[in-house]
């Protein structure tokens, strides 16, 4: 069924040849021939950002659903599984619903010129439309004010993640311009929560947020969170509470649960903190047990982490400085077209060895003689994610081993995994 999707989105490719274009008028008049299914959704949270969209996505889903809420879900990309993009009232889309929803659009497009992201969100808010719910949460695929998602009604609240530069070619060579394409999905007089960000990027936020009278609640000012010896203190205006540890490894997850949290609480819809016990999202600081790991002693941990920016090998570094006890390798696959150099300089010096790796199948790599240039002849050859495992120094210490650098890579180290 999965070779069904593909080809209908390679055929939606040739009528427009980039993933996606940060225009919304192709889509309004697609929408406005399924007679507009973004008008007949149930209350949204719209969630913008460079690091921790996707967790921010699934700690709300999770506390909505753990109240009872019937939740749909947006989110991109897909890591094995083209459907993973769309849950509907809580359930992943079947792949005979989401066909036959794709080759009906397909249809009533009709080769007009179309990207396939575009495509996929209207395929999306078309299934949600039919399906009673009681949140829908839809994840910015790329910037925010000319994303696709961008077209729905005012949502119920907003949400702004970290920010750090990513995609430069399309959003602008600064942090401050990014935040201004991220800032494009506030909508006036309608809240948006938002997490820590450097201070260029708030300044930009809250200038936005303020022209358009949007009600903010930013981090360290009007909500915040610490950590504690079961989970983490919450506090806002309204007073303080404890909520229990994020199921999501990784200090930076306190944030995007913070940020979660916040946004809910701006909607009044019903929410459980228990949630943020269960909640997933593959290849963010995922532990692996499959395959792929049977290839390393059994004392030996192995990770997975789809971080692949400059912003996110920072908190990757801050992370792995707390694996002190145990030497860490590093397995490194990325996308052409990013900062490769600057998403490696922090973890560099936390790294025992560095192996630079390219899968097959994994769309767009980066060759691997790239990586090396950029880790500035630190990395070795994988070529691949096996040969690297298998070719690890085996010291007296039991190792832990990273594989990162792209969503791509992670959703090919998923299936071999298996």
């Known amino acids: 069924m999965n070779d069904v999707i593909e080809q209908i989105a390679a055929r939606l490719e ?5 993933l996606i274009d940060l225009s919304l008028d192709r889509l309004r008049i697609l929408l406005g021939r399924l007679d507009h299914p973004e008008r007949r959704l149930p209350p949204v949270i719209h969630v913008a950002g460079t690091n921790g969209k996707g967790s921010t996505c699934a700690f709300i889903r999770a506390m909505g659903e753990a109240a009872g809420l019937r939740v749909h879900v947006y989110t991109s990309p897909h890591l094995v599984r083209f459907n993973e993009r769309i849950r509907v009232a809580g ?82 060579p600064s942090v401050d311009i ?43 000012r009007d909500w915040d969170i610490a950590q504690t010896a079961t989970g983490f203190r919450y506090t806002d205006a309204l007073g303080g509470f ?61 990770w997975l982490d789809g971080g692949h920016n400059p912003g996110a090998g920072v908190v990757l570094a801050e992370h792995l400085g707390g694996w002190a006890d145990r030497p860490v390798h590093l397995v490194v696959g990325m996308k052409q077209a990013k ?17 630079a790796v390219r899968e097959p199948e994994q769309h767009s790599a980066l060759p691997v003689e790239a990586i090396v240039a950029a880790s500035g002849g630190v990395a070795r050859p994988g070529p691949r994610v096996a040969d690297a495992l298998r ?19 992670a959703g090919e180290v998923l299936k071999l995994d298996q």
């Open 391 to 409: 070719a690890m120094p085996r010291g007296e210490t039991p190792g832990r081993v990273l594989i990162c650098g792209s969503l791509y890579l």
């Open 242 to 302: 404890d909520a229990p540890a994020p199921s999501l490894p990784g200090r930076f997850q306190q944030d995007n649960a913070g940020i979660a949290l916040t946004a809910l609480r701006a909607t009044h819809l019903a929410h459980d903190l228990m949630g943020l016990t269960r909640a997933e999202w593959p290849a963010r600081l995922q532990r692996l047990h499959g395959r792929l790991a049977d290839l390393l002693p059994p004392d030996w941990e192995l």
């Open 91 to 172: 359930s992943v889309v079947a792949d005979d619903r989401l066909i036959a929803a794709m080759e009906r659009i397909e249809r009533i497009n009709d080769s007009a010129p179309i990207t396939v992201f575009e495509v996929i969100t209207a395929t999306a808010f078309d299934l949600f439309a039919e399906t009673p719910a009681d949140l829908c949460v839809l994840e910015v695929g790329l910037g925010g004010r000319g994303d696709a998602t961008n077209v729905i009604d005012p949502p119920a609240a907003c949400a702004i993640t970290s920010i750090s530069l990513d995609h430069r070619e399309m959003l602008g």
């Open 339 to 355: 900062d490769s150099a600057e998403f490696l300089r922090p973890l560099l010096p936390v790294a025992e060895t560095v192996w």
């Open 178 to 220: 990014i935040a201004g394409e991220k800032a494009g999905i506030m909508k006036p007089g309608i809240p948006v929560a938002i997490g820590a960000q450097p201070d260029e990027v708030r300044r930009v936020l809250l200038d936005h947020a303020a022209a358009l009278n949007a009600p903010v609640r930013l981090r360290g």
């Open 14 to 18: 040739r009528l427009h040849p980039r």
